[in-house]
């Protein structure tokens, strides 16, 4: 693609190297991006000549929503920093879909995605907006620990675990911002390296049906012992996972009696491999029996405890998609790559759950333990609600569901049902 009919600008942000390259130009909702063309037809994204990954696109359509709502009174001088952009697509929806966020930083140890971005913010008209740095994560983001510079909202998506640039992101980002982090090293967090797991998040891991749900609530963990060092607090505001990421966006202020108070958060979930019952717990303790088969338990943690979706902005989202002036005024929510009602149905389920509880259970387990067929997890929930027991579905899982009972009285009440 030559980028030269785009003005004075394309000879100062495009060199010959990269001009070598063969580019595509998309769109993602009103942003057009310029990627790799072979990122578009290979199986795996490479990360050379820069990163781009074109099935992460309802993980960015989800980010936008998120940070336009997070700020309930939008003042000036917000920031978004992209410390670690690849070709900068995240970086340029927020630039071209959130006007209201006047600065939007982008780094990256890669020069090419670093000029890619610099491209890409020219074909949007965002370039006077924008600022572009080649550098590495840590030694980038010490520019932006004077109070001065901290940036309103930080996003962290690495390419394997975050762990290592924890301690940089939380420096740099202002009292009561945002950071955003993302995970892919799914296999630590789901339990297939448990050594792995604890030495680089702290947590023991668990190897089960709701393992995504596990891996989230560690990572969350991890984030907050990390914050409490340096007598910050964080609150999670929404999380989501797939088998490939695991995704959390949490609000981090300055506390030191909130960051004292970091354990109340903290619990272990008690899991039988034998009848299948779990339950949280607030201490370590690996000799605990299961309270419904007496057999030998498993733990996993530490992991996030609380609330891990802000009920209230997810409204807000809610509201604002559903309104259509919003969407002409929100910069066209109709172009996301999800249907709407899709995205619609994927927040309503978070605005319900029961999120207080970090594990949930699937339908398919008491198919196979009432030897019958499984039933909807609409049904189960309104049957366990009709006995009086919270119940919600989960975002973790399309067949999931969470309960306060426990495994024998969630089979006494399906049993039940199925016998009617």
Known sequence: MNLNKYGNNSPKILDQNYQSQSWTLIKEGDTQILVPSLSLIQREPSKFPAFFNPAARFNRDISILIYRNFLQFPRKNLSFVDSLCGVGARGLRVAKEIPHISKVIFNDYNYTSVQNAKASSVLNGVYHNCKFSNNEVCNFLQNY?????????????????????LDCILRAVENDGMISV????????????????????????????????????ILLACIAMVASRFDMSIMPKFAHSYRNYIRVYCKV???????????????????????GNRELIKFHDSNIKCQNCQKKTRMAGALWSSKIFDKDMISRIIQNLEDP??????????????????????LSVANIEFDDLPYHYLSDEFGKLLHNSTLPV????????????????????STGFKTEANVSQIQSILNKVSNK
Not at 183 to 190: F, G, P, R
Not at 256 to 264: D, G, H
């Open 253 to 275: 202020s300055k506390s030191n009696r909130l960051a004292n108070r970091v354990s109340e958060n903290m619990g272990y979930i008690q899991h039988c491999f034998e009848c």
């Open 378 to 397: 609409s049904n189960i929930i309104q049957s366990l609600q009709k006995e009086g027991y919270k119940s919600s579905p989960t975002i973790f899982s």
């Open 145 to 165: 620990c004077d109070y001065s510079e901290r940036g309103t909202i930080i996003d962290l998506d690495p390419f394997g675990s975050p762990v290592q640039y």
């Open 182 to 217: 993302t995970a892919t090293d799914t296999a630590v967090l789901l339990g297939v390296y448990p050594k792995v797991c604890y030495r680089k998040y702290y947590g023991i891991p668990l190897r089960t049906k709701y393992s995504l749900e596990v891996g989230t609530r």
């Open 325 to 346: 002036l919003k969407h002409d005024a929100d910069n066209n929510n109709k172009n996301f790559h999800v249907p709407f009602e899709i995205t619609k149905k994927f």
